[in-house]
């Protein structure tokens, strides 16, 4: 549950029944996917499949800012890569903010788009300096700055804001692009993708029972399922977020970010004259950390929540790249992907959707060129020992030390070769799934407060009962006798 699910996107809630021939197969009806065909709507045969429903991958448990203050991305990205791609990656970020402007203006969508001010902040004495320097170089590219206290009690040694941001509900939003195109291409819900077979002249993709034929495939997905060619394991680590969303009196009218690991972050929402802080902390790579229990309450530490007035908590999981740029275009003939948003997913999902279709549409785009997905920098060679090292952590902690010192009502078993693990529920019924990711075999963790298990290694997420509600896994883990 999301505080942006509470009302659930009007569909026909379709689902693939039969073969069908496409221009454009579209994996992925988030944010990105459903920008993507709004954008290809008028020019294109499309289709858009998603395993789940429209908007409930990352884009359901987003903050939802549209913001271009990011913390220290850009003094991050000039050490990465370069002065120029920090420079481009900026000029990315205001393009995207003014193509949803512009999208939510022409189409008239309801959802809850609001200006407002962005603040990065520093809550430690020794970000102070590396927060001005990120200052200084927005300044120079002609961005107004103010140095400004936050509006609210966090502790901060210094602080910065923007004026020219945005919040929004992205449900909403698409609701109101599915509106607009649900009539114009195919939209097929709880369809999932396992396999993609290069053909000379088209790509074959399959689901369990049927085929979609497409001369041009976009993975909009959040983490690609497929390893080769694009070797996403050994380019990015997973990053976890704690969000809690309480109720407050007053709508204090802004967002605001920290400037260091693990970020601080908070925004506020109004909605049927109920005001709600959604309050996000403790993020983490998750090689290292794994106790969920523990994160939600430091959440409530850090931003001095009172249980009564929680509504809801969950979790959210973010592709962190090894130089921050996306990694948006053309991965081979006629395949196109858009993933490793850093956290930042609303403004770079819409970025993705808008360098695909120019790409698809043969047009030209000025900022497709840093983000090529096969792009090779001195970040890779840099950043390789921790990826190895963080990936290594991943799958071999859990098989090392199974049964964590927090757990409650787990254990673990062997049966016919298969390692089995078992939660036993508050009614003392026993849920037993098979403790391993058909991803690529990573062992996993159990999930305290929302009751899942979870991929240490690259963020796939079961039910109790081994159901795929997350990828990159395409399949269960559901275990019977």
């Given at each position: 549950?999301?505080?942006?699910n509470k009302k659930e996107i009007k569909t026909k809630k379709?689902?693939?029944?039969?073969?069908?021939?496409?221009?454009?197969?579209?994996?992925?009806?988030?944010?990105?996917?459903?920008?993507?065909?709004?954008?290809?709507?008028?020019?294109?045969?499309?289709?858009?499949?998603?395993?789940?429903?429209?908007?409930?991958?990352?884009?359901?448990?987003?903050?939802?800012?549209?913001?271009?203050?990011?913390?220290?991305?850009?003094?991050?990205?000039?050490?990465?890569?370069?002065?120029?791609?920090?420079?481009?990656?900026?000029?990315?970020?205001?393009?995207?903010?003014?193509?949803?402007?512009?999208?939510?203006?022409?189409?008239?969508?309801?959802?809850?788009?609001?200006?407002?001010?962005?603040?990065?902040?520093?809550?430690?004495?020794?970000?102070?300096?590396?927060?001005?320097?990120?200052?200084?170089?927005?300044?120079?590219?002609?961005?107004?700055?103010?140095?400004?206290?936050?509006?609210?009690?966090?502790?901060?040694?210094?602080?910065?804001?923007?004026?020219?941001?945005?919040?929004?509900?992205?449900?909403?939003?698409?609701?109101?692009?599915?509106?607009?195109?649900?009539?114009?291409?195919?939209?097929?819900?709880?369809?999932?993708?396992?396999?993609?077979?290069?053909?000379?002249?088209?790509?074959?993709?399959?689901?369990?029972?049927?085929?979609?034929?497409?001369?041009?495939?976009?993975?909009?997905?959040?983490?690609?399922?497929?390893?080769?060619?694009?070797?996403?394991?050994?380019?990015?680590?997973?990053?976890?977020?704690?969000?809690?969303?309480?109720?407050?009196?007053?709508?204090?009218?802004?967002?605001?970010?920290?400037?260091?690991?693990p970020t601080y972050s908070c925004r506020f929402y109004e909605?049927?004259?109920?005001?709600?802080?959604?309050?996000?902390?403790?993020?983490?790579?998750?090689?290292?950390?794994?106790?969920?229990?523990?994160?939600?309450?430091?959440?409530?530490?850090?931003?001095?929540?009172?249980?009564?007035?929680?509504?809801?908590?969950?979790?959210?999981?973010?592709?962190?790249?090894?130089?921050?740029?996306?990694?948006?275009?053309?991965?081979?003939?006629?395949?196109?992907?858009?993933?490793?948003?850093?956290?930042?997913?609303?403004?770079?999902?819409?970025?993705?959707?808008?360098?695909?279709?120019?790409?698809?549409?043969?047009?030209?785009?000025?900022?497709?060129?840093?983000?090529?997905?096969?792009?090779?920098?001195?970040?890779?060679?840099?950043?390789?020992?921790?990826?190895?090292?963080?990936?290594?952590?991943?799958?071999?902690?859990?098989?090392?030390?199974?049964?964590?010192?927090?757990?409650?009502?787990?254990?673990?078993?062997?049966?016919?070769?298969?390692?089995?693990?078992?939660?036993?529920?508050?009614?003392?019924?026993?849920?037993?799934?098979?403790?391993?990711?058909?991803?690529?075999?990573?062992?996993?963790?159990?999930?305290?407060?929302?009751?899942?298990?979870?991929?240490?290694?690259?963020?796939?997420?079961?039910?109790?009962?081994?159901?795929?509600?997350?990828?990159?896994?395409?399949?269960?883990?559901?275990?019977?006798?």
């Amino acid at each position: 549950m999301s505080i942006w699910n509470k009302k659930e996107i009007k569909t026909k809630k379709e689902i693939l029944k039969s073969d069908i021939e496409v221009d454009v197969l579209i994996i992925g009806a988030g944010i990105t996917g459903m920008t993507l065909a709004y954008y290809l709507r008028n020019n294109k045969n499309v289709c858009v499949v998603d395993s789940s429903k429209i908007g409930h991958g990352v884009t359901l448990n987003t903050t939802a800012k549209i913001n271009y203050f990011q913390g220290k991305i850009y003094t991050k990205i000039i050490k990465q890569v370069n002065k120029s791609a920090a420079i481009k990656y900026l000029k990315s970020e205001r393009y995207a903010i003014n193509s949803i402007k512009k999208i939510i203006k022409e189409e008239a969508i309801d959802c809850d788009f609001k200006r407002v001010p962005s603040f990065v902040f520093a809550n430690k004495q020794s970000e102070v300096e590396p927060l001005k320097k990120e200052v200084e170089f927005l300044k120079e590219q002609g961005i107004k700055v103010y140095e400004k206290d936050l509006p609210n009690k966090i502790t901060s040694y210094k602080s910065y804001c923007v004026k020219d941001t945005y919040i929004f509900n992205p449900i909403k939003y698409l609701q109101g692009i599915y509106n607009k195109i649900e009539s114009n291409m195919h939209i097929y819900e709880n369809t999932k993708i396992i396999k993609i077979e290069k053909l000379w002249t088209h790509y074959n993709c399959y689901t369990p029972k049927y085929k979609i034929k497409a001369k041009k495939v976009v993975i909009a997905s959040h983490y690609p399922y497929f390893t080769i060619p694009f070797y996403l394991p050994i380019k990015s680590y997973i990053e976890k977020s704690y969000i809690i969303v309480s109720k407050v009196e007053k709508d204090l009218n802004f967002t605001c970010i920290s400037s260091s690991n693990p970020t601080y972050s908070c925004r506020f929402y109004e909605d049927n004259d109920t005001i709600y802080q959604i309050s996000l902390a403790e993020s983490h790579n998750t090689a290292f950390k794994q106790n969920d229990l523990y994160h939600f309450n430091r959440v409530k530490e850090i931003f001095n929540l009172n249980s009564k007035d929680i509504v809801m908590s969950y979790t959210n999981t973010d592709i962190m790249t090894i130089d921050s740029l996306p990694y948006i275009g053309k991965l081979k003939t006629n395949m196109y992907i858009s993933c490793g948003y850093n956290t930042w997913g609303m403004t770079n999902g819409i970025l993705g959707a808008k360098i695909i279709s120019d790409m698809i549409l043969n047009r030209n785009n000025r900022y497709a060129s840093i983000f090529n997905p096969t792009r090779f920098n001195k970040s890779n060679i840099k950043e390789l020992p921790y990826i190895i090292f963080s990936q290594t952590k991943s799958f071999l902690g859990p098989k090392l030390i199974k049964n964590k010192p927090w757990y409650k009502n787990i254990t673990f078993t062997k049966e016919g070769g298969k390692s089995l693990a078992t939660y036993i529920d508050k009614n003392n019924v026993k849920h037993t799934i098979i403790n391993k990711c058909p991803h690529l075999g990573c062992n996993l963790i159990f999930n305290e407060k929302e009751k899942t298990w979870d991929c240490p290694c690259h963020s796939s997420r079961f039910t109790v009962d081994g159901k795929c509600i997350k990828g990159p896994s395409v399949y269960d883990i559901s275990y019977k006798k």
